[in-house]
């Protein structure tokens, strides 16, 4: 009886600190808009690596979740899931529909429309400053992004961490480009 009572508490004991393992570096997320359309829908359910940026600097292209300065109607700032689109020392321009970077027309077969409104940031050239990124959602004509003065760019300390892994919906289980 007590060798099957100590097996027990060595079962919890090692499932309490797995938990607390997988929490401390993944943190599960629902997509609760369709700024990030067609790459993910509303409603799907993701894992973010919350370690891999404090190891590092987000890369071209990475799907990342962030604190904006927006609220929640609990009062709290919202996070906002869009794709890193220009890292620090980078020259961004959006002009006439399209988006370079570093003088180069970015090849974007990710996006929903082939057009990007530049919002507050047309036809003007940007350096992205250190420690920022601009992010914007694959789906341009409804997402509130770095394009917005609301939003801006996005400090690199505010980002909870990086989308890698789609759960749900089953069908489209796998990982995130």
């Known amino acids: 009886m007590k060798k099957e009572i100590l097996e027990w508490v060595k079962t919890i004991i090692l499932s309490v600190l797995i938990a607390l393992i997988i929490t401390t570096f993944v943190k599960p997320t629902i997509v609760r808009q369709y700024s990030m359309m067609p790459t993910l829908n509303e409603y799907d359910f993701l894992l973010i690596n919350r370690f891999l940026y404090n ?23 919202k996070l906002l899931i869009k794709r890193v689109i220009a890292v620090p020392g980078d020259e961004l321009l959006i002009q006439d529909g399209y988006v370079y970077l570093n003088g180069a027309l970015l090849d974007e077969d990710y996006i929903a429309e082939k057009y990007t409104e530049g919002k507050d940031f047309e036809d003007t050239p940007i350096i992205i400053p250190e420690g920022m990124i601009f992010t914007m959602g694959d789906n341009r004509f409804h997402s509130m992004d770095s394009r917005d003065t609301a939003i801006g760019l996005v400090l690199i300390d505010d980002i909870v961490g990086k989308a890698f892994l789609r759960l749900y919906p089953f069908n489209k289980i796998g990982r995130l480009n």
Not at 69 to 75: A, D, F, I, P, V
Request: glycine residues 14%.
């Open 55 to 77: 190891r590092g600097t987000p890369q071209h292209g990475d799907i990342v979740v962030y604190e904006s300065s927006l609220k929640t109607n609990l009062g709290r700032n």
